[in-house]
């Protein structure tokens, strides 16, 4: 094949990819029951006028399967911390101890997996959309190509076959989560 149809295969890869890989950012971050260090990854702290995420203003681990521990780093954060992830609203009550804030983490009920496995299908369906929006531009740009028929429907199966391999990935990584949310 031409260069510029290896450009284009590339190009879609690369755009498949990322595809992907946002969809492991997001699925990390829905809650499977067990206390993770990622379930605060989006919380944004008021540091000194300016937002900032918790992960920078503080140490966060998890001692145990329910329990997330932070340690600020400045003992004046505690309250702007407990504040932040009380705004966050994900359903935790942080407890200020004076040193750092203990999150027990309640184990979840049955129709809060329910909605966790919709959130996590919808997320799967967007990573989806974006490996589909990879193929149709790919295939756009095919179509320009000063290139023969033939070359062209072979760029087109290619993409197409690519397009398959990452769906099934997505559909993979999707029966995982699932599995992980749905047991208690």
Known sequence: MTEEIDFILDSAKEAMNSAIEHLVKELRSIRAGKASPAMLANVQVDYYGSATPLGQVANVNTPDARTISIQPWEKNMLQEIEKAIMLANLGFNPM?????????????????????????KAEAEHAKVGVRNARKDANNEIKKLDVSDDMKKSAETEIQSLTDQYVKEIDDKLVVKEKEIMTV
């Open 96 to 120: 200020n101890n004076g040193e750092n804030i203990i999150i027990n983490v309640p184990p979840l009920t049955e129709e809060r997996r329910k909605d966790l496995a919709k959130q996590a």
